[in-house]
């Protein structure tokens, strides 16, 4: 089909939580076409287990993908790790947190903006562990906003990459009283905002794998619900 030749083979996934899910993320890598980019969406290690960044590293680099990597933390890659896992990964994956980065890939200049993302409503452990959460999400808010400008400025190719749920509408099939502890609704007014091609998440095991608002295509890439690497031909 002629037009498909120059679109851009999007590979995605997330919540690979290591070790929980190494043997479907080790299998999802060999069935994997090379792509023109990789995007994770956080939750590399399972519950903030510094060690586990080594192996996903490792199998990143056994597949030779040679395209660029870039990751959101998830709530599982603890603020804590944070460090050890940029270090880990400097020659591999670089990490977006509330960072906004754009990429010539096959002669389009894409811009990703990435972040952990936000909760409309902090979890019970978030609410009593850290101080002023809510202000973090109020003020994470503002951040992606003007990031989210700013990369519209930049090139019409934008993606916004989260952990959490920039939405409800993919949560559908996880528990109804969760979803604001699992994503926002302020996220999602983002998107009607700013119009990104693609929004990629993760969180949401037990959701659904995609959606549409207006004309953003909302993918949840988690591992675990889909079994596979998810591949976009979008953009
Ligand atoms: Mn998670």
């Known amino acids: 089909m002629k037009g498909e030749k120059t679109r851009l083979r999007i590979a995605a996934t997330s919540d690979i939580h290591w070790p929980q899910y190494q043997g479907l993320f080790i299998k999802a890598l060999r069935q994997l076409p090379k792509p023109d980019l990789l ?16 192996p996903v590293i490792e199998k990143l680099k056994e597949a030779k993908l040679e395209c660029p990597i870039l990751a959101c933390f998830g709530n599982d890659d603890y603020d804590s790790i944070k460090d050890t896992m940029r270090t880990q990964g400097q020659d591999t994956i670089q990490f977006l947190d509330d960072e906004l980065v754009t990429l010539p890939i ?19 452990w978030q609410s009593r562990n850290i101080k002023e959460i809510k202000e973090v999400y109020t003020k994470r808010l503002d951040v992606l906003d003007s990031l989210l400008e700013k990369a519209k400025a930049l090139s019409r190719y934008l993606i916004l990459l989260t952990h959490y749920t920039p939405t409800f509408m993919t949560l559908k099939g996880e528990t109804k009283r969760s979803h604001a502890q699992m994503g926002s609704r302020r996220v999602e007014e983002l998107l009607k905002k700013h119009s990104p091609m693609l929004a990629v998440h993760g969180h949401a095991h037990n959701g659904l794998p995609k959606a549409k608002l207006n004309k953003v295509r909302i993918y949840n890439v988690a591992l675990p619900l889909n079994r596979r690497i998810v591949v976009i031909n979008r953009l």
């Open 106 to 124: 096959q002669g389009k200049q894409v811009s990703i903006v990435g972040s952990r993302g936000v909760l409309d409503q902090p979890t019970f």
């Open 39 to 54: 995007l994770l969406a956080g939750d590399l290690v399972n519950r903030g287990n510094p060690h586990s960044i080594t």
